[in-house]
């Protein structure tokens, strides 16, 4: 007696073959190197670890930097608390957290691993310099300087600086630190308002020529010590961070957030001075996180392309967090220069982490990280917590799994839940 249908021959399989039949649907994860943060959905729910230090050990990544990305509230700041946090509790003092905070939600994470906190505000006791100089002072902490001092410029004034305007503001901060001796914002002004002989002779005008010439730059300048970052970046550094045996530092500029002219400038200064002194400690593996990155990037994305670039030499792993693509690339939609250089900045960030986006920035984010057609479906359906991990060429699906303290510590909607929904 026979049975009726299609005979067919059995054969044994392994996870290997099913990754190349079904690509994304199966996936072999990446090792336990790192701290645990949740289920790899794509690895059969398997533990995902990540670090990005130990990940670039591992050759998953030829950079440690990150951009995570997503809707407010579906986990975006807890996925990032989660990681520094748990960086923290597996590693210790090898990790060193620097973060930036503009709206002041770093607070109670700060007070749980013991973090300094820095919060500046106008007429505030805290002040930093961004024109201090790293224990290394050497041709790339100058150009560095240069480099900040012409953003900060060219955001005030609205435009590109001339060919003189630049050279002149170059030199005047490259005679300062020939000096040798500390030297402010405020000190550049007066260097640029009064040129010495050196620098009328290589600019090759009289000294009223040179004056009238650069006078946009030094009227700049006085605004920003004057007006936009008076009592926060216009003077001496009054601040105490221990950078060497320290777990980390917090700069709060929640102060400042409401202020759309002065909030780009005070978060370029805040992170380039928080970049050089990680930079003067290389043997501390440093976590530096920007929140809001948009208000830097728009306005500072060659400053940003150029620092992101060092990471690897000086140990500094640089995690940007935004909303959606929209906040990168509002600049982008014309073509210029500077859209062209924030497009390059992402491109070279190798972990790209992508919570839910809302119906109408998923075609610019499958544009923008060179999403497959089922991450581009996945991208407007993911549940709170859950993130397409993009991690050098490789994808994972990724579930961040919270402790009940971390869900105290992480809740950013006290003001909008009512206590009984949270519970």
Known sequence: MTRAGLAADWHRTTMAHLCSAYPFHA??????????LGANITAGVGAFYFDPFEFYTERHLTNPNMIVMGSV?????????????????VYGDRRYLAIIDPKGEYSPVAADLGLSVVKLYPGGPHRINPMDATDDDSDDSVIARQSLA???????LGRELSPLEDAVL?????????????FTLADLCAEIADP????VRMSRHTQLELAR????????????CRRTLRGMFDSTTTVNVDWEHGPGVVIDLSAVYGKRDALPLVMIAATHWLSAALRGHPHRQSIQVVDEAWAAIRHGASYFQSSLKLSRAHGVATVLVCHRPADLTAQADDGTAAAKIAAGLLSDI??????????????????????SDRERQWLGQLVPGRAIWRIGSRSA??????????RRLFDTDQAMVDQRERV
């Open 27 to 36: 996936d072999s994860g990446f090792g336990d190197r790192g701290a645990l």
């Open 73 to 89: 509230g579906f986990g975006k700041s807890a996925t990032v608390k989660a990681l520094i946090r748990r960086l923290r509790a």
């Open 170 to 182: 170059g030199w005047a901060v490259e005679r300062r630190c020939r000096n040798g001796a500390p």
């Open 350 to 371: 190798q972990t790209r982490v992508l919570l839910r986006q809302p119906p109408e920035q998923i075609a610019d984010a499958a544009t923008m990280f060179d999403l």
């Open 213 to 224: 010439a650069t006078s946009p730059v030094t009227f700049a300048l006085d605004k920003i």
């Open 397 to 406: 699906v990724v579930q961040a799994m919270l402790t009940p303290n971390e």
């Open 196 to 199: 010495a002989d050196e620098l």
């Open 150 to 156: 012409t953003q900060l410029v060219a955001v005030v």
